[in-house]
C-alpha cells in the first residue's frame, strides 16, 4: 500500500514537470508520509510552496508589461488623489482634533501602505473564491496536501501594487521630514508591529467575509463587502466622537489600520495599544481560520 502511494506521488510530480507548473512541484516534492499518520507540511514547505506561487505571477505579469504598467499608475494616481484632496482640505484649516497636513500625510501614506500591502498579497485570492466554489475547482484545492486556507489565501500575488506601496512610504518619510520627527527605535518598532498587525486584521476580516460564499454559492462581488468599511480608516479615529469611536476601535478595528501605526511613529500612542494590535489581529485570524474549516464542513461539493 505505501508503495502504490509512492507510485501514485511519482506520477503526479512527473505529470508536473510536464506541465512546467511551479507550484505543483512544490506541492508534490515532499518525502512520504509514513501510514496511518496526518501529513502536515513544514513552514519551509509552506514557504516553498509560496514561493513557487510568486514565481508563477511574476512570470505572467513579465508577459504583460504594459497592462503592469497601466494598473501600477493607476495605484499609484489613487495615492496622489489622496494626498491632493488633504493638502487642499487643510490649505483652509490649521488642525482637526490635533491632526495637521503633516501629520495627515503620515496616515494617508499609513493607510495606502497597509491597503497596498494586503491587496499585494490577498486581493485577486478574495475575488477567485467564489469562482473556486462555482465551477467545482474547490474540490481540487481541498484534495491539496496543504492547509486549504492557506492555498487560496496565496496562490495569486498582485503586483501592481508594489509602486503604490513604495509611493505610500515615500508620502510617510516626506511627512515625517515636515515634521522634523526623531522617533526612536521602540516607537519605529511599534510602527512596524502595528502596519503587520493591520494587514493581518484586514486580511481576517476580508477573508471571513468571502467564506460566507461556502454557505451561500455565487455572490458576485463579494470580495468587496469589507473594503468601504476599512476605507473609513482613512480619517483619523479622533475625529470620530460618541458610541462610533469605541466600535470602531474595539469591535470593527479600524482605528489598527492607519490610526494607531501613524500615532506610533508620531510618538503619541500608548504601549498597551499595540500590545492590543497584535492580539486583536492574532484573534481575528484565528477566529478566519475555525470559520473557514466550520463552513468547509456544510461546503456542498460541486461535483455532488
Same mark, same amino acid.
Given at each position: 500500500m505505501?508503495r502504490?502511494? !509512492?507510485?501514485?506521488?511519482?506520477i503526479?510530480?512527473? /505529470?508536473?514537470? %510536464?506541465?512546467?507548473d511551479g507550484l505543483d512541484?512544490?506541492?508534490?516534492?515532499?518525502?512520504?508520509p509514513?501510514?496511518?499518520?496526518v501529513?502536515?507540511?513544514s513552514?519551509?514547505?509552506?514557504?516553498?510552496i509560496?514561493?513557487?506561487a %510568486?514565481?508563477?505571477?511574476? %512570470?505572467?505579469?513579465?508577459?504583460y508589461?504594459?497592462?503592469?504598467?497601466?494598473?501600477a499608475?493607476?495605484?499609484?494616481?489613487?495615492l496622489?488623489?489622496?494626498?491632493c484632496?488633504?493638502?487642499f482640505l487643510?490649505?483652509?484649516?490649521?488642525?482637526?482634533?490635533?491632526?495637521?497636513?503633516?501629520?495627515?500625510?503620515?496616515?494617508?501614506g499609513?493607510? !495606502?501602505?497597509?491597503?497596498?500591502?494586503?491587496?499585494?498579497? *490577498? =486581493?485577486?485570492?478574495?475575488?477567485?473564491?467564489? =469562482?473556486y466554489?462555482?465551477?467545482? =475547482?474547490? /474540490? *481540487?484545492?481541498?484534495?491539496?496536501?496543504? /492547509?486549504?486556507?492557506?492555498?487560496?489565501?496565496?496562490?495569486?500575488?498582485?503586483?501592481? !501594487?508594489?509602486p503604490s506601496?513604495? %509611493?505610500?512610504?515615500?508620502t510617510?518619510?516626506?511627512?515625517?521630514?515636515?515634521?522634523?520627527? !526623531?522617533?526612536?527605535?521602540?516607537?519605529?518598532?511599534?510602527?512596524?508591529?502595528l502596519v503587520?498587525s493591520a494587514v493581518?486584521?484586514?486580511?481576517?476580516?476580508?477573508?471571513?467575509?468571502?467564506?460566507f460564499?461556502?454557505?451561500?454559492?455565487?455572490? /458576485?462581488?463579494?470580495?468587496y463587502?469589507?473594503?468601504?468599511?476599512?476605507?473609513?480608516?482613512?480619517v483619523?479615529?479622533?475625529?470620530?466622537?460618541?458610541i462610533?469611536r469605541?466600535l470602531l476601535? *474595539?469591535?470593527?478595528?479600524?482605528?489598527?489600520?492607519?490610526? *494607531?501605526?501613524?500615532?506610533?511613529?508620531?510618538?503619541?500612542? =500608548?504601549?498597551?495599544?499595540?500590545?492590543?494590535?497584535?492580539?486583536?489581529?492574532?484573534?481575528?485570524?484565528?477566529l478566519?481560520?475555525?470559520?473557514?474549516h466550520?463552513?468547509?464542513?456544510?461546503?456542498?461539493?460541486?461535483?455532488?
Amino acid at each position: 500500500m505505501r508503495r502504490a502511494g !509512492q507510485r501514485d506521488r511519482r506520477i503526479a510530480l512527473a /505529470d508536473a514537470r %510536464a506541465r512546467g507548473d511551479g507550484l505543483d512541484r512544490a506541492l508534490w516534492l515532499r518525502r512520504a508520509p509514513e501510514p496511518p499518520g496526518v501529513y502536515r507540511p513544514s513552514l519551509g514547505q509552506y514557504l516553498r510552496i509560496w514561493r513557487a506561487a %510568486a514565481a508563477s505571477c511574476l %512570470a505572467r505579469e513579465l508577459e504583460y508589461r504594459g497592462h503592469f504598467a497601466l494598473l501600477a499608475a493607476s495605484n499609484v494616481a489613487w495615492l496622489a488623489l489622496s494626498v491632493c484632496l488633504v493638502v487642499f482640505l487643510f490649505s483652509n484649516i490649521r488642525a482637526v482634533a490635533g491632526w495637521d497636513l503633516d501629520r495627515m500625510l503620515i496616515l494617508v501614506g499609513t493607510y !495606502q501602505l497597509v491597503s497596498g500591502v494586503t491587496n499585494l498579497l *490577498f =486581493e485577486t485570492n478574495m475575488g477567485k473564491l467564489s =469562482e473556486y466554489v462555482n465551477k467545482g =475547482e474547490l /474540490d *481540487f484545492i481541498l484534495l491539496k496536501p496543504v /492547509d486549504s486556507q492557506f492555498l487560496v489565501s496565496t496562490r495569486f500575488l498582485t503586483l501592481n !501594487q508594489v509602486p503604490s506601496i513604495l %509611493a505610500a512610504l515615500a508620502t510617510v518619510a516626506a511627512g515625517w521630514v515636515r515634521l522634523g520627527l !526623531q522617533p526612536s527605535a521602540l516607537a519605529v518598532l511599534g510602527y512596524v508591529l502595528l502596519v503587520a498587525s493591520a494587514v493581518v486584521a484586514f486580511y481576517a476580516l476580508w477573508f471571513g467575509t468571502v467564506t460566507f460564499v461556502l454557505w451561500t454559492g455565487r455572490i /458576485d462581488n463579494i470580495q468587496y463587502l469589507i473594503i468601504p468599511v476599512m476605507d473609513i480608516a482613512r480619517v483619523p479615529i479622533d475625529v470620530v466622537r460618541g458610541i462610533a469611536r469605541p466600535l470602531l476601535t *474595539f469591535v470593527v478595528p479600524v482605528a489598527l489600520i492607519a490610526t *494607531f501605526p501613524s500615532k506610533a511613529l508620531l510618538g503619541l500612542l =500608548e504601549p498597551w495599544y499595540v500590545l492590543y494590535g497584535v492580539v486583536i489581529a492574532a484573534a481575528l485570524l484565528w477566529l478566519s481560520h475555525r470559520f473557514w474549516h466550520y463552513s468547509l464542513r456544510h461546503y456542498s461539493s460541486a461535483s455532488s
